[in-house]
């Protein structure tokens, strides 16, 4: 695997192979959509869940991925990317895998929403900037890209109009709106559709204003 990137040749084994994956909604069978749920540091699949039934659609598949430890990689993700290794590359490893064994199940990749918070929207914004195609959306909620510093060249390709959505407050202890500015930016870059809220003083949460625009991501898919 190229540093970031998997190939799927050679396919990474790390710590968060062979994890639980926990699944909820519709059975994949019968399924129109998909949602691959990311938690947080310190989190499990299961706190997922609740976020999941925010969303209004009856004909969704959800899949919560599991950290070994309940931790995607070690450090702040503002961190050198090599200091998180080999967590980033397992965790992109991961989301890799739920794609391929949705789309075997029918479920085309222009109709899976990847969606994390904190650690996990940092690992989703990533796997989505890193492997740019047409994905149902892309919901990044208190993250953003990882590393010491962005540099767009290091992102090319073309996510096809896909819609994103980011939001974060503006005074996140874990997540400066810089990088989510920085985010958004590589994002138009790759030719995605992006919306970005910024909240004033919310903390390091999920709010209903952006639960609201998740759901028009889901609608209209």
Known sequence: MSLFRVDPENPFSGPHQQQEIITAGTEIEEAK???ILIHGRGAT????????????????????????RHTWYPRSFLAPKEMNQPGISSGLQAIHDQINELNEAGIPTNTIVLLGFSQGACLATEFAARHPQ???????????????SIDPANYSGSLQQTPIFLGCSDRDPHIP??????TENVFLQLEADVNKQI????????????????NIILNNI
């Not at 299961?46 to 004909?59: G, H, I, T, V």
């Not at 709106?177 to 920085?182: I, K, L, M, S």
């Not at 909240?199 to 998740?214: C, F, L, P, R, S």
């Open 177 to 182: 709106q810089e990088r989510v500015d920085q």
């Open 45 to 68: 699949p299961q706190s997922m869940l609740p976020l999941a039934r925010e969303f209004k659609r009856n004909d969704i598949h959800f899949r919560a991925l599991q950290a070994k």
């Open 33 to 35: 959509l998909a949602m």
């Open 134 to 148: 047409r994905y149902g959306g892309v919901v990044g909620l208190s993250g953003g890209l990882i590393g010491e």
């Open 199 to 214: 909240y004033k003083g919310m903390g390091h949460t999920v709010n209903q204003d952006e639960i609201a625009h998740v």
